[in-house]
C-alpha cells in the first residue's frame, strides 16, 4: 500500500467498526440483524485487514502503535462476545421445539446487553482514537517510507 492507499484503509476500518457498533444498537432495539459480526478478532473486516497486513502496518506505524491497535480490537471483541451470546446462543431445547417456537431474548439479557454496549463504547472511542493517531502518522511520513 501506497500512503494514499493506507490512510484511505484506516479510514475504512473507522467506518466498519462504526457500522458494527450500528448493527449492535439496533440488536437492542429489537431489530433482526443480518450478518452478525463474527466474534473472532480476525474474521471481522476490520480485522481481515488489520492483520492481513501486519507486516506493513508494524513498518509504518511502529510496533508500540500496532500492538495498541490489537490490544484494543482484541477488548472489543472481548466484550462483543459477551452481547453475542446474548443474542445469538444456541439453545438447549430439541430440534422440534426450535421450528415451533424460536427463543427469543429476555428483558433481562436486552437490560445486560445494553449495559455491555456501554463498556463497548469506551472500547470503540479507544479504538477510533488510536485509529485516528495512526492516520495521523501515516499522514506525517515521507512517501518514499511507503516503497516495498
Known amino acids: 500500500m501506497n500512503k494514499e492507499e493506507m490512510t484511505e484503509a484506516l479510514e475504512r476500518a473507522k467506518r466498519v467498526h462504526m457500522h458494527q457498533m450500528q448493527k449492535i444498537s439496533s440488536l437492542l432495539k429489537g431489530e433482526v440483524v443480518e450478518n452478525p459480526t463474527p466474534v473472532n478478532k480476525t474474521e471481522c473486516e476490520y480485522g481481515k485487514w488489520f492483520y492481513g497486513n501486519k507486516e506493513q502496518l508494524v513498518y509504518i506505524l511502529g510496533i508500540q ?47 445486560k446487553g445494553k449495559l455491555y454496549y456501554v463498556e463497548l463504547q469506551e472500547v470503540t472511542k479507544a479504538l477510533l482514537n488510536t485509529t485516528d493517531a495512526a492516520i495521523r502518522r501515516v499522514s506525517a511520513l515521507n512517501e518514499s517510507k511507503f516503497k516495498n
Do not use: A, C, M, N
Open 65 to 111: 502503535l500496532y500492538e495498541r491497535i490489537d490490544v484494543l480490537h482484541e477488548q472489543w471483541h472481548y466484550g462483543y462476545l459477551r452481547i453475542h451470546d446474548l443474542f445469538f446462543k444456541e439453545s438447549k431445547k430439541g430440534l422440534f421445539t426450535k421450528l415451533l417456537k424460536p427463543s427469543k431474548v429476555s428483558g433481562l439479557d436486552i437490560d
